[in-house]
C-alpha cells in the first residue's frame, strides 16, 4: 500500500528553527509538495521537490532524498503565524497525490 | 494567478435535504477538478476527480448517487450533496491545477465549505 507518515504534532519557540520530517511509500513518484493549513482553512502551497537536494525559498526550505523515500521542510525564524498544519504530499506513477495526515506546528512566545 | 473560489463558506442545513457546493477556476481553465473531505485533525481525503465533460470518477467507498458531481464547463464543478445526514457534515474542498496533471504542478484550492448536517 501506499503510506506517508509525518509527526502528528510538534512544537517550537518564535524565532527559533524547526524541521518537519516526511518519509513516504507509494507506486512511483512524480514529486513531492509540502502545503501549509491554517484550522478551518484550506490548504496553501508552499513547495514542490522532485530532484534530489534543497529547494529555498525565503524563510522556507524543503528537502529530498529519493534513494530515501524522505523529506523534510525547514522553517527559519519562526513567527506566530507559522502556526498552522504542514502536509506532505506524494504524487505517485498515475499522478495522483497521496496525503500525509499532517504534522500540527505550535509555536511558542 | 491560479485562483480557485469555492461557495458557500459554510452551510447550515436539515437532515434529508440537499446542498450544492460551487468550484470555480477564476484565472485558468481546468479540465479536472478535485473533492475532498477533511474531518476535523485528520487528513484529506480524495472523493473524486471531476472531469469537464465526462463522467466523475469516485473513490472507493463514496457514494456517487449521495454525492453528484457536476463539471459542465472548464471553470466550474459542482458537488450536490443529495439526501444529506448528521454523518456528512465536514469540511469539504475542491482543487484544481492550472497546469493539468503535469508533474509539477501543484494543486490550488478553494477556500473551502463547512457543512453541518442538522
Known amino acids: 500500500g501506499q503510506n506517508i507518515d509525518q509527526p502528528t504534532e510538534m512544537t517550537a519557540t518564535e524565532g527559533a528553527i524547526v524541521q518537519i520530517n516526511c518519509t513516504y511509500q507509494?507506486?512511483?513518484?512524480?514529486?513531492l509538495f509540502w502545503y501549509q493549513q491554517h484550522a478551518g482553512e484550506a490548504p496553501t502551497f508552499l513547495s514542490y521537490?522532485?530532484l534530489d537536494g534543497l529547494e529555498e525559498k525565503g524563510r522556507f526550505s524543503s528537502f529530498l532524498s529519493r534513494s530515501k523515500g524522505y523529506s523534510y521542510l525547514l522553517l527559519k525564524e519562526l513567527q506566530m503565524k507559522d502556526s498552522a498544519s504542514y502536509l506532505c504530499?506524494?504524487?505517485?506513477?498515475?499522478?495522483?497525490?497521496?496525503w500525509g495526515a499532517g504534522t500540527k506546528l505550535i509555536i511558542k512566545p | 494567478g491560479a485562483v480557485v473560489s469555492q461557495h458557500p463558506s459554510w452551510v447550515i442545513c436539515k437532515s434529508g435535504t440537499s446542498v450544492k457546493i460551487e468550484c470555480r477556476s477564476l484565472d485558468f481553465q481546468a479540465t479536472t477538478m478535485f473533492w475532498y473531505r477533511q474531518f476535523p485533525k485528520q487528513s484529506l481525503m480524495l472523493m473524486a476527480t471531476?472531469?469537464?465533460?465526462?463522467?466523475?470518477?469516485?473513490e472507493q467507498g463514496v457514494e456517487k448517487d449521495k454525492f453528484l458531481i457536476n463539471h459542465a464547463s472548464l471553470t466550474l464543478s459542482t458537488l450536490t450533496v443529495t439526501s444529506a445526514h448528521p454523518e456528512d457534515s465536514s469540511f469539504y474542498i475542491c482543487?484544481?491545477?492550472?497546469?493539468?496533471?503535469?508533474?509539477?504542478?501543484?494543486?490550488?484550492f478553494g477556500n473551502g465549505t463547512r457543512l453541518t448536517v442538522t
Open positions: 507509494t507506486s512511483g513518484f512524480n514529486g
Open positions: 471531476s472531469n469537464e465533460g465526462s463522467k466523475a470518477t469516485y
Open positions: 482543487s484544481a491545477s492550472s497546469g493539468g496533471l503535469r508533474g509539477d504542478s501543484p494543486l490550488h
Open positions: 504530499a506524494v504524487r505517485d506513477s498515475n499522478y495522483q497525490l497521496i
Open positions: 521537490n522532485v
